[in-house]
Each structure stands twice: as structure tokens, then as C-alpha cells.
T-cell receptor
């Protein structure tokens, strides 16, 4: 069974940093691109970042470029999102999501974690 | 960036109704349009990918179609489990973008 479990969320002050992790199991992690998608309270979905299976290709939304860094460790089946210079508008539930394609990036997401809440507030 | 505009933003329907949700892209995305269902407090669930392909395990009452830059999600006979919010998403180019969502409520 495919499982994605996020961790690392919490309350942080504006300007602070946080590192989110996503532990993957039940599939060959190294074959799939991975993504972070967020959802502000009561709002819609916003794609944050994508990383290809071998980390060769990385993409960010303009809203987080230069502040967030996505990475993965295929030996540990884990995905991370380092978030620096956090702002109030980064407050959201952050979801880890698997790309649909094995061996090829499709840009749509077939498995999602349960999400981890990040709150940026003084 | 490609803008995705969903309509309506909400609708009320009864069990058994045929429901149609529309998503319009701001430019051509060919068939790179996907649909998700989200229930309160839960992660989104992929329903339809590449405009009309049904994700494994999704009931056949869900279907998708395209006409140029307009895309449609149809639920042929609304079931109690279908009351949720639906999002479209384009996977044609980064930044990947979602529509604003359509909340389907019980009439």
C-alpha cells in the first residue's frame, strides 16, 4: 500500500525557518517525481514545488522561489522541503504528493499524504 | 502562467442529479487537464487525468471531456459520497496551476 506521511509542521514566527519531511513507503520511491502542494485555511490548492525522480529537474512556484528548497533522498525514501524566510501567507496545510508516472513526470498526482499544518504568526 | 477558471464556484444538487463542472484554461493546454475531489479535512483524490482518462478505482459515473480550452467534469448520477469540492489542474507547463474549486452541496 502506498503511504506518504508528512511531518515537521508547526508554529513559526515570520522570518523563521521550518523543514518538512515526507516519508514514503509501498512503492519504488526512486522511480517517481514528487511534489509539494499547499492549501491555505479555507482556500484552494496551490502547487509549491516538484522534483524529478533523480533530482535532475526541480521547479518552484514564483511565490516560494528563493526561499524554499525541495530535496529528496532516494536511499531513505524521503522527500523534504526546507522553508526559509517564512511569511504569514505561507500559512497552509502542506501536502506531499506522488507524480502519477513511473519513470516519466506527468504533472498530476495520484497519491497524497495527510498533510502537515504550517502556521506563520508572531 | 496559465490561469484556470472554474465554474460555478458552488452548486446545490440532489442525489441522482447529473452534475457538470467546467474549467477554462487561459491558453491552450491540449489535453493536460486533471480533476481532483477533496472532502473536508482530507487530501485531494485524483479522479480524471489528461482530460478524460479515469483514474483506477474511480466510479464510472465520473467522466471528463474537452473542447478547445474548455474542460468538463460530469457526474452522471450524483451519489451521497460525491458531495465535496472539485478542482481542475493543468499539467501542461510549470507553474502547475489549479482552478479555484467547485463545492458541490446537497440541495
Amino acid at each position: 500500500e502506498v503511504q506518504l506521511v508528512e511531518s515537521g509542521g508547526g508554529l513559526v514566527k515570520p522570518g523563521g525557518s521550518l523543514r518538512l519531511s515526507c516519508a514514503a513507503s509501498g512503492f519504488t520511491f526512486s522511480n517517481y517525481a514528487m511534489n509539494w502542494v499547499r492549501q491555505a485555511p479555507g482556500k484552494g490548492l496551490e502547487w509549491v514545488s516538484s522534483i524529478s525522480s533523480s533530482s535532475s529537474y526541480i521547479y518552484y512556484a514564483d511565490s516560494v522561489k528563493g526561499r524554499f528548497t525541495i530535496s529528496r533522498d532516494n536511499s531513505k525514501n524521503s522527500l523534504s522541503l526546507q522553508m526559509n524566510s517564512l511569511r504569514a501567507e505561507d500559512t497552509a496545510v502542506y501536502y506531499c504528493a506522488r507524480d502519477w508516472g513511473s519513470g516519466a513526470t506527468t504533472g498530476y498526482f495520484d497519491y497524497w499524504g495527510q498533510g502537515t499544518l504550517v502556521t506563520v504568526s508572531s | 502562467d496559465i490561469q484556470m477558471t472554474q465554474s460555478p464556484s458552488s452548486l446545490s444538487a440532489s442525489v441522482g442529479d447529473r452534475v457538470t463542472i467546467t474549467c477554462r484554461a487561459s491558453q491552450s493546454i491540449t489535453y493536460y487537464l486533471n480533476w481532483y475531489q477533496q472532502k473536508p479535512g482530507k487530501a485531494p483524490k485524483l479522479l480524471i487525468y489528461t482530460a478524460s482518462s479515469l483514474q483506477s478505482g474511480v466510479p464510472s459515473r465520473f467522466s471528463g471531456s474537452e473542447s478547445g480550452t474548455d474542460f468538463t467534469l460530469t457526474i452522471s448520477s450524483l451519489q451521497p459520497d460525491d458531495f465535496a469540492t472539485y478542482y481542475c489542474q493543468q499539467s501542461y507547463s510549470t507553474p502547475l496551476t489549479f482552478g479555484g474549486g467547485t463545492k458541490v452541496e446537497i440541495k
